[in-house]
Nanobody, 114 residues
């Protein structure tokens, strides 16, 4: 099973980025998908999560700016990030829980310039 994260890059403050996390291999579905991030010198933190039936949860720091959604047919989880701030700069990792197994993507760097 592999999770392929994509969509990171350099963006100006106030801009938007959409991240994708596609699962492949022997995985029937993503029961719970989530995005984490790790800024330099900081611990990895949960940004947003989504259950298979679409319930979501967000870190307080991103509520109202970020939206997580999913396409079950494509086994893909997305993170739409709007109104980006320099403090959102981090490596973003996707994580999935499927049939009790946890999988991590390789991470994609998002850099927000001021």
């Amino acid at each position: 099973v592999q999770l392929q994260a994509s969509g990171g890059g350099l963006v100006e403050a106030g801009g938007s980025v959409r991240l994708s996390c596609a699962a492949s291999g022997s995985i029937s579905s993503i029961n719970y998908g989530a995005w984490y991030r790790q800024a330099p010198g900081k611990a990895r933190e949960l940004v947003a999560g989504i259950t298979i039936d679409g319930r979501t949860n967000y870190a307080d720091s991103v509520k109202g700016r970020f939206t997580i959604d999913r396409d079950n047919a494509k086994k893909t989880v997305y993170l739409q990030m709007n109104s980006l701030k320099p403090e959102d700069t981090a490596v973003y990792y996707c994580r999935s829980l499927s049939l009790g197994n946890i999988y991590w993507g390789q991470g994609t760097l998002v850099t927000v310039s001021s």
